[in-house]
T-cell receptor, first 113, second 113 residues
């Protein structure tokens, strides 16, 4: 599992509430990523980080923010959750030497009612 | 046109047969290509990567890359029921900055005993 944990693993929340998902890695990887996975859309990149305090947007970043204050933690925040953000969220790290291999955490299933 | 395309399946093969999974991509300058396996309810698991034209073999798996035709395929020999999963193709598109991957929607493989 490349030393990646995600918390919580499951969460049910209500529309309009803030939600923060945490990704934690133990192997000092520089690059970290947040994806969402939905039926019919596959895996889509939300945000990524290339170092402490260095982040950038991905394909579907609207409604999400991220922070990375230390190497091991990458946080994804939904400021005001909506039902369209019901999804499975995966964190990934890049660990390959040259070819951009990404390895995924176990995922968080989020339901917004 | 999606940047990375896969037939969603399901692809059904009998146990012991060769399963052939295909993926096409839009960016001719793409450099590296990945195959992930994802069991239902689990996170994607990297099984192969390839970056040069031709074949790359790893056990029962063979990845094939043809950059001129912009396709990459995965062959699974002696398919087993435990190979039943969704297989995701991912491409490091040249058009994207940094170390980002674009995923296809995945092909569901069913291996019947």
């Amino acid at each position: 599992d490349a030393g990646i944990t995600q918390s919580p693993r499951h969460k049910v929340t209500e529309t309009g509430t803030p939600v923060t998902l945490r990704c934690h890695q133990t192997e000092n990887h520089r690059y970290m990523y947040w994806y969402r996975q939905d039926p019919g859309h596959g895996l889509r990149l939300i945000h990524y980080s290339y170092g402490v305090k260095d982040t950038d947007k991905g394909e579907v970043s609207d409604g999400y923010s991220v922070s990375r204050s230390k190497t091991e933690d990458f946080l994804l925040t939904l400021e005001s959750a909506t039902s369209s953000q019901t999804s499975v969220y995966f964190c990934a790290i890049m660990a390959g030497q040259n070819y951009n291999e990404q390895f995924f955490g176990p995922g968080t299933r989020l339901t917004v009612l | 046109q999606k940047e990375v395309e896969q037939n969603s399946g399901p692809l059904s093969v009998p146990e012991g047969a060769i399963a052939s999974l295909n993926c096409t991509y839009s960016d001719r300058g793409s450099q590296s290509f990945f195959w992930y396996r994802q069991y239902s309810g689990k996170s994607p698991e990297l099984i192969m990567f390839i970056y040069s034209n031709g074949d790359k073999e790893d056990g029962r798996f063979t990845a094939q890359l043809n950059k001129a035709s912009q396709y990459v395929s995965l062959l699974i020999r002696d398919s087993q029921p435990s190979d039943s999963a969704t297989y995701l193709c991912a491409v490091n598109l040249l058009a994207l900055s940094g170390n980002m991957l674009t995923f296809g929607g995945g092909t569901r493989l069913m291996v019947k005993p």
